[in-house]
Protein backbone atom coordinates (compact mmCIF):
# COMPACT_ATOMS: atom_id res chain seq x y z
CA UNK A 1 0.00 0.00 0.00
CA UNK A 2 1.22 2.87 -0.78
CA UNK A 3 1.72 5.86 2.13
CA UNK A 4 -0.98 8.99 1.56
CA UNK A 5 0.04 11.77 0.00
CA UNK A 6 -0.49 15.61 -0.50
CA UNK A 7 -0.38 17.20 -3.94
CA UNK A 8 3.12 16.44 -4.99
CA UNK A 9 4.64 13.53 -6.87
CA UNK A 10 7.99 12.19 -6.99
CA UNK A 11 9.44 10.47 -10.38
CA UNK A 12 12.29 8.74 -11.42
CA UNK A 13 12.66 9.58 -15.64
CA UNK A 14 14.62 7.06 -18.13
CA UNK A 15 14.87 6.52 -21.55
CA UNK A 16 13.02 3.43 -23.07
CA UNK A 17 14.12 2.82 -26.83
CA UNK A 18 14.68 6.68 -27.27
CA UNK A 19 11.27 7.76 -25.31
CA UNK A 20 11.11 9.55 -22.15
CA UNK A 21 9.54 8.32 -19.94
CA UNK A 22 9.09 8.00 -16.11
CA UNK A 23 7.72 5.90 -13.07
CA UNK A 24 6.52 6.84 -9.54
CA UNK A 25 9.38 6.54 -7.21
CA UNK A 26 6.76 4.84 -4.45
CA UNK A 27 6.88 1.88 -6.64
CA UNK A 28 10.64 1.70 -7.08
CA UNK A 29 12.70 -0.58 -4.78
CA UNK A 30 16.19 -0.24 -6.38
CA UNK A 31 17.91 1.00 -9.28
CA UNK A 32 20.89 -1.22 -10.08
CA UNK A 33 23.32 -1.44 -13.01
CA UNK A 34 22.53 -3.97 -15.88
CA UNK A 35 25.52 -6.41 -15.55
CA UNK A 36 24.75 -10.36 -15.49
CA UNK A 37 21.21 -11.28 -17.08
CA UNK A 38 21.20 -14.95 -17.74
CA UNK A 39 18.94 -15.60 -20.66
CA UNK A 40 16.56 -17.71 -20.49
CA UNK A 41 15.72 -20.53 -23.39
CA UNK A 42 12.09 -20.68 -24.63
CA UNK A 43 10.77 -17.58 -22.35
CA UNK A 44 8.55 -15.03 -23.84
CA UNK A 45 10.34 -12.18 -26.30
CA UNK A 46 9.57 -9.72 -23.35
CA UNK A 47 11.74 -11.56 -20.36
CA UNK A 48 14.91 -10.53 -21.17
CA UNK A 49 15.82 -13.20 -18.76
CA UNK A 50 17.12 -13.44 -14.61
CA UNK A 51 19.54 -12.10 -12.28
CA UNK A 52 21.24 -13.15 -9.44
CA UNK A 53 20.90 -10.10 -7.02
CA UNK A 54 22.41 -10.34 -3.62
CA UNK A 55 20.77 -13.95 -3.54
CA UNK A 56 17.33 -12.81 -4.50
CA UNK A 57 16.56 -13.89 -8.71
CA UNK A 58 14.99 -11.49 -10.16
CA UNK A 59 12.91 -11.54 -13.51
CA UNK A 60 14.19 -9.19 -16.08
CA UNK A 61 11.34 -7.65 -18.54
CA UNK A 62 12.20 -5.75 -21.71
CA UNK A 63 9.08 -3.39 -21.43
CA UNK A 64 10.51 -1.66 -24.77
CA UNK A 65 8.94 -5.47 -26.55
CA UNK A 66 5.82 -5.27 -24.76
CA UNK A 67 5.04 -1.90 -25.46
CA UNK A 68 5.69 -2.44 -29.01
CA UNK A 69 8.80 -0.14 -29.23
CA UNK A 70 11.95 -0.63 -30.88
CA UNK A 71 13.99 -3.46 -28.93
CA UNK A 72 17.69 -1.32 -27.70
CA UNK A 73 20.84 -3.72 -27.11
CA UNK A 74 22.75 -3.52 -23.70
CA UNK A 75 24.81 0.08 -23.38
CA UNK A 76 27.48 1.08 -20.80
CA UNK A 77 24.03 3.21 -19.44
CA UNK A 78 21.61 0.49 -19.15
CA UNK A 79 19.97 -0.17 -15.46
CA UNK A 80 16.98 -2.38 -13.95
CA UNK A 81 14.38 -0.68 -12.14
CA UNK A 82 13.26 -3.28 -9.54
CA UNK A 83 9.84 -2.85 -8.31
CA UNK A 84 8.93 -2.74 -4.85
CA UNK A 85 7.14 -6.21 -3.17
CA UNK A 86 8.30 -7.68 -6.69
CA UNK A 87 10.78 -10.10 -8.04
CA UNK A 88 10.21 -8.08 -11.30
CA UNK A 89 12.79 -5.36 -12.65
CA UNK A 90 12.67 -4.16 -16.28
CA UNK A 91 15.49 -2.62 -18.20
CA UNK A 92 15.86 0.82 -19.38
CA UNK A 93 18.33 2.26 -22.00
CA UNK A 94 19.10 5.19 -19.50
CA UNK A 95 18.10 6.85 -15.98
CA UNK A 96 17.48 9.98 -16.03
CA UNK A 97 16.38 12.52 -13.12
CA UNK A 98 14.21 12.21 -10.36
CA UNK A 99 12.16 15.31 -9.94
CA UNK A 100 8.84 16.27 -8.41
CA UNK A 101 5.43 17.77 -9.57
CA UNK A 102 2.26 18.93 -8.80
CA UNK A 103 -1.11 17.15 -9.74
CA UNK A 104 -2.24 20.09 -11.80
CA UNK A 105 0.89 18.72 -14.33
CA UNK A 106 -0.37 15.27 -14.49
CA UNK A 107 -2.95 14.59 -17.51
CA UNK A 108 -4.76 11.19 -18.42
CA UNK A 109 -2.92 9.76 -21.51
CA UNK A 110 -4.18 10.90 -24.88
CA UNK A 111 -7.23 8.22 -26.14
CA UNK A 112 -4.64 8.31 -29.24
CA UNK A 113 -1.71 6.53 -28.08
CA UNK A 114 -0.86 2.76 -29.18
CA UNK A 115 -2.93 0.84 -27.08
CA UNK A 116 0.35 -1.68 -26.26
CA UNK A 117 1.27 1.68 -24.75
CA UNK A 118 -1.82 2.39 -22.80
CA UNK A 119 -1.79 -0.98 -21.20
CA UNK A 120 1.01 -0.20 -19.02
CA UNK A 121 0.47 3.48 -18.60
CA UNK A 122 -2.74 5.62 -17.30
CA UNK A 123 -0.55 9.38 -17.05
CA UNK A 124 1.26 11.42 -18.74
CA UNK A 125 3.36 15.04 -17.75
CA UNK A 126 3.14 17.90 -19.19
CA UNK A 127 6.14 19.73 -19.09
CA UNK A 128 8.00 22.96 -20.32
CA UNK A 129 10.28 21.03 -22.14
CA UNK A 130 7.67 17.90 -23.64
CA UNK A 131 5.89 15.26 -22.27
CA UNK A 132 6.74 12.40 -19.72
CA UNK A 133 4.96 9.05 -20.05
CA UNK A 134 4.75 7.95 -16.78
CA UNK A 135 4.42 3.72 -16.53
CA UNK A 136 2.08 2.25 -13.69
CA UNK A 137 3.88 -0.38 -11.92
CA UNK A 138 0.57 -2.47 -10.99
CA UNK A 139 -0.36 -2.38 -14.68
CA UNK A 140 2.89 -3.91 -15.50
CA UNK A 141 2.68 -6.53 -13.17
CA UNK A 142 -0.74 -7.78 -13.57
CA UNK A 143 -0.51 -7.74 -17.25
CA UNK A 144 3.04 -10.39 -16.86
CA UNK A 145 0.96 -11.86 -14.41
CA UNK A 146 -1.72 -12.78 -17.14
CA UNK A 147 0.86 -13.11 -19.64
CA UNK A 148 2.16 -15.55 -17.81
CA UNK A 149 -0.86 -17.14 -16.69
CA UNK A 150 -1.64 -17.04 -20.40
CA UNK A 151 1.09 -19.15 -21.53
CA UNK A 152 0.87 -21.89 -18.99
CA UNK A 153 -2.44 -22.64 -20.14
CA UNK A 154 -0.65 -23.10 -23.65
CA UNK A 155 1.42 -25.57 -22.79
Given amino acids: MKPERNNNFQYITFRLARNLMGVDILDIREIIPCTRV ?17 GRILTILDIAVLM ?5 GKN ?3 HIIV ?11 QIGDLFDTGREK ?3 IPVNIDPRIQKYSDT ?7 VIM ?8 ACIRTEARALKEDL
Fill in 76 to 78: SHS
Fill in 106 to 108: IES
Fill in 83 to 93: FKNTNVGFAVD
Fill in 68 to 72: GLEKQ
Fill in 124 to 130: IINLPDG
Fill in 134 to 141: ILNAGKII
Fill in 38 to 54: TRIHLAPGFVMGLMNLR
